[in-house]
């Protein structure tokens, strides 16, 4: 199973959000380049960016910081948040970027995604953000009447291959992930599952290995890192046990 370090970034510094409101923010470092660098240095292969201003506007805000960061990793780097066009798409590719994460616009307007896969194929990853069932938009603030394994299926009928699923009621809280519907999303959505969301412990990260065979192929660490609850060298042994 894949491991990913993220860096959240807000006003050019690494953060954390509880449940993604921007109130209930940590700020974990104001170098968010040095961080990656260090992940990297501890052993990630993938590194998991996310624009927390561009999620709110609508558009990137932080591609400097973001470009920097690609450049000192060294590592392929999954780059998302407000992500809304090809243009913008495009830019991010530009600036190093070996995935890039659609969210909102994958609802809004889902050719968008068509085009994008038929230009870029795997390098593009659909975000699924669920509350309650429920896909949520716009950096977290709106919710759609669409329920979530159904949007995977519609992503995947578009040629999509791999989602990043966010359980939002768990995000940032250490509660432990939503191990019931991440395994619903991928044994029924059809796509490659990257588990993100209330990871707290090493058995989390065992749980989700797991779901393997159900198609779930990498988690995603945040706030559990950050605070030493384990350390990363001990989410890629647990990650690479039995491989």
């Known amino acids: 199973m894949l491991v990913m370090p993220a860096i959240d970034l807000r006003e050019g510094r690494c953060v ?3 449940q993604g409101r921007i109130e209930a923010e940590t700020v974990y470092s104001t170098d968010p380049v040095a961080v990656a660098r260090g992940w990297v240095e501890r052993g990630a292969r993938w ?13 990137p805000r932080n591609l400097e910081v973001i470009a920097a960061i690609i450049r000192a990793a060294g590592v392929p780097v999954q780059v998302g948040g407000g992500i809304r066009s090809l243009e913008s ?16 616009v994958a609802i809004t307007n889902p050719e968008v995604v068509a085009t994008a896969v038929e230009r870029y194929g795997e390098r593009v990853v659909v975000g699924i953000d669920s509350l309650d ?20 299926r519609q992503m995947a009928s578009l040629g ?3 989602a990043v699923f966010t359980d939002i009621g768990r995000d940032g809280t250490l509660q432990g992930p939503n191990i019931a ?22 058995d989390d990260l ?6 393997a065979a159900e198609g779930v192929e990498g988690a995603i660490l945040g706030r559990s890192l950050y605070n ?4 990363l060298e001990e989410a890629l042994a647990v990650a690479a046990d039995g491989d």
């Open 16 to 18: 954390r959000l509880y």
């Open 47 to 59: 590194l998991h960016v996310v624009d927390l201003d561009g999620a709110f506007a609508g558009r």
């Open 181 to 202: 519907a991440t395994r619903e999303m991928a044994h029924s959505g059809g796509l490659k599952i990257i588990a993100s969301g209330g990871i707290a412990s090493l």
């Open 133 to 152: 069932g429920q896909v949520a938009i716009e950096g977290w603030e709106a919710t759609v009447a669409r329920g979530a394994v159904e949007f995977a």
């Open 228 to 231: 030493g609850n384990f350390t």
């Open 206 to 211: 065992r749980k989700l290995k797991e779901l």
């Open 160 to 162: 999509v291959t791999r």
């Open 89 to 104: 798409l495009a830019g991010v590719l530009a600036a190093g970027a070996s995935r890039v994460v659609l969210g909102t």
